[in-house]
């Protein structure tokens, strides 16, 4: 089945390391996201991607970075300066109309 | 610019009694207009979209919304909710900006269905 897959579903990183979060879709659709998580503040945009090899910030993308080397895959890097990396991160692609989600990666700070 | 406010972080409701969950969005282009379930630690389901034509909207799991772009809401409702409606909804809209449509979601309405 089509789809959007994203793992690990749960994810502890200690501070100051660098953790990459993957999304992979099969879909087929050029344009994908990443969006942050926080209870009581909806999902903020971090980074999205509208084709292949091209990439703009969200609203809320210091301390993270992205990748688009292929039209499946847009990796999420969540870097040391992210001062306050746990959340709940969701990957989404969209088509023509609507978006589609994945199952949402939780990272925790240990 | 977009924008969606929705009205109500949290509400309570009775089995069986019906609900609306209340958004409306700001745009200064033509937009699309979507309300999505979320359930504990998962991702976004599509409830229903508006995209053009008949203002009221029928989606999944006997959900419905009606576009009013005089009042720029669209407002979600269910005539009678159940305990497995309990989650977290949410309203979006994507409208062209810069060539791109980029979905802006508001921050959530929790629907609390007690027996």
């Known amino acids: 089945d089509g789809g959007i897959t994203q793992s690990p579903k749960y994810l502890f990183r200690k501070e100051g390391q660098n953790v990459t979060l993957s999304c992979e879709q099969n879909?087929?659709?050029?344009?994908m996201y990443w969006y942050r998580q926080d209870p009581g503040q909806g999902l903020r945009l971090i980074y999205y991607?509208?084709?292949?090899?091209?990439?703009q910030k969200g609203d809320i993308a210091e301390g993270y970075s992205v990748s688009r080397e292929k039209k499946e895959s847009f990796p999420l890097t969540v870097t040391s300066a992210q001062k306050n990396p746990t959340a709940f991160y969701l990957c989404?692609?969209?088509?023509?109309?609507?978006?589609?989600f994945g199952q949402g990666t939780r990272l925790t700070v240990v | 610019a977009q924008s969606v406010t929705q009205l109500d972080s949290q509400v309570p409701v009775f089995e069986e009694a019906p609900v609306e969950l209340r958004c409306n969005y700001s745009?200064?282009?033509?937009?699309?207009l979507f309300w999505y379930v979320q359930y504990p630690n998962q991702g976004l389901q599509l409830l229903l979209k508006?995209?053009?034509?008949?203002?009221l909207v029928k989606g999944i799991n006997g959900f419905e919304a009606e576009f009013n772009k005089s009042q720029t809401s669209f407002h979600l409702r269910k005539p009678s909710v159940h305990i497995s409606d309990t989650a977290e909804y949410f309203c979006?809209?994507?409208?062209?900006?810069?060539?791109?449509?980029?979905?802006?979601f508001g921050r959530g309405t929790s629907l609390i269905v007690h027996p």
């Open positions: 991607s509208q084709i292949v090899n091209d990439f």
């Open positions: 979006a809209v994507s409208g062209q900006l810069g060539g791109s449509y980029i979905p802006t």
């Open positions: 508006y995209l053009s034509g008949s203002t």
């Open positions: 879909l087929n659709h050029d344009a």
């Open positions: 745009s200064s282009v033509s937009v699309y």
């Open positions: 989404a692609s969209k088509g023509n109309t609507e978006a589609f």
